[in-house]
């Protein structure tokens, strides 16, 4: 049965630095929850302490609604993945998968009946007499998922269980990671710092910064209504084009200044950026478009650059100080080192204040 996770006021301390600070989350039943962020944030950590691998300097950790803090790993419902699959590579497929099992009192007939469910499920039937050195990675990796799978988890913990895998193994591991997960329903911890992961594989993202949480939302809610830039710019790829900005109120209409264009600002705005002595400016490459549309208004740049990707392509475009970043839909390229007039669409843009890096402005209607 999937259970609850619940984090109260989590403190990790390594001698006198707290690389965990603080962290509260309460995940319910049968959620896929992704932690990223950026290298040393203190995600394993987090997943460890959770696993039991790791002590907690202070708060509670909760799994099915009892409290694990003292609890032996063996003891909370978890079963672990890590990214280096840890095999045995003197044992088989079978004997790796069953490991666990066989060292308790679970019965041969029941042993057998889970390795070979697990098999089945992962696609590792006719790989079960094999040594881990007869796998390729991607094989491995399944190996070390079917070892937590005939453990029947309530939560499973993966820690950066695909990066170990060259891109398009990595691709097809997560889509096997998203149906298993829709078909056993356990409930998710899972760790990685390849945002594109973790948004498509989430109910809801936490993003760690430093060993606290920055923001948890849904994949959606993140890309629309980041709650800093470091958010902004830490999901979506390529990421937000974030850059410091000036105001104007000309004629009392308030703009910001791109380069040397002036984007138009709702009133609204005028109330949400008057505590802001800095402001930066925000926009995502897929809101920036290479002919007019409704909501958008010109700006003028220089192609520097352009990323061609097959069905679009990446045009880095230089505007006054800063360098931008449109995605092109289509296989038409545009010009290199040329003049170009880009459209904003002034529904997406954002503002962030500079001391706080909190997201001060954006058209929440338009977002959702
Ligand atoms: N055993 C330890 N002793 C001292 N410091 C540690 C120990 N383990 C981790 N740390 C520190 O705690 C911080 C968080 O580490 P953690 O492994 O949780 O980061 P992470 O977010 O998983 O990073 P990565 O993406 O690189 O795996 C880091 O600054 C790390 O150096
Ligand atoms: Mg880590």
């Not at 063996?74 to 890590?82: E, I, N």
């Not at 990796?141 to 993966?158: E, H, K, N, S, Y």
Request: proline content about 6%.
């Amino acid at each position: 049965m999937p259970a609850n996770v619940s984090l109260t006021n989590v403190v990790k301390k390594f001698g006198p630095v707290n690389v965990v600070n603080d962290v509260n989350l309460e995940i319910t039943p049968g959620e896929f929850v992704v932690l990223v962020g950026p290298s040393g944030c203190g995600k394993s950590t987090t997943l460890r302490m959770v696993a039991g691998l790791e002590h907690i300097s202070g708060g509670t950790i909760s799994i099915d609604g009892k409290v694990v803090n003292h609890l032996a790993p063996k003891d909370r419902g978890v079963a672990m993945v890590f990214q280096n699959y840890a095999l045995y590579p003197h044992l088989t497929v079978r004997d790796n998968i069953s490991f666990g099992l066989r060292l308790g009192r679970t019965p041969r007939k029941e042993i057998d009946a889970k390795v070979d469910r697990a098999a089945s499920i992962l696609e590792l039937g006719p790989l079960l007499d094999r040594q881990p050195a007869e796998l390729s990675g991607g094989q491995r990796q399944r190996v070390a998922m079917g070892r937590a799978i005939v453990r029947d988890p309530q939560v499973f913990l993966f820690d950066e269980p695909l990066s170990n895998l060259d891109a398009k193994l990595r691709t097809q591991m997560r889509t096997e990671i998203k149906r298993l997960h829709a078909r056993l329903g356990n409930t998710v911890m899972y760790v990685t710092h390849d945002q594109l992961e973790a948004m498509t594989l989430a109910d809801r993202i936490v993003v760690m910064r430093k060993g606290v949480i920055e923001q948890i939302g849904t994949p959606s809610e993140l890309f629309n209504s980041p709650a800093t830039s470091f958010v902004a710019t830490f999901i979506g790829s390529p990421p937000m084009n974030v850059f410091p900005c000036t105001l104007t109120s000309d004629a009392d209409r308030l703009a910001v200044n791109v380069g040397g264009d002036k984007l138009a600002l709702p009133e609204r705005a005028r109330h949400a950026v008057a505590n802001s002595k800095e402001l930066l400016f925000g926009v995502r490459p897929e809101d920036i478009h290479l002919a007019p549309r409704d909501n958008t208004q010109a700006i003028h740049g220089h192609v520097e650059l352009v990323e061609p990707l097959g069905g679009e392509s990446f045009v880095h475009v230089r505007i006054g100080d800063a360098t931008l970043i449109v995605r092109s839909e289509g296989r038409k390229l545009v010009e290199s080192d040329k003049p170009i007039t880009l459209h904003v669409d002034l529904q997406r843009i954002y503002l962030f204040d500079v001391a706080t890096d909190r997201c001060v402005f954006h058209d929440t209607e338009a977002a959702s």
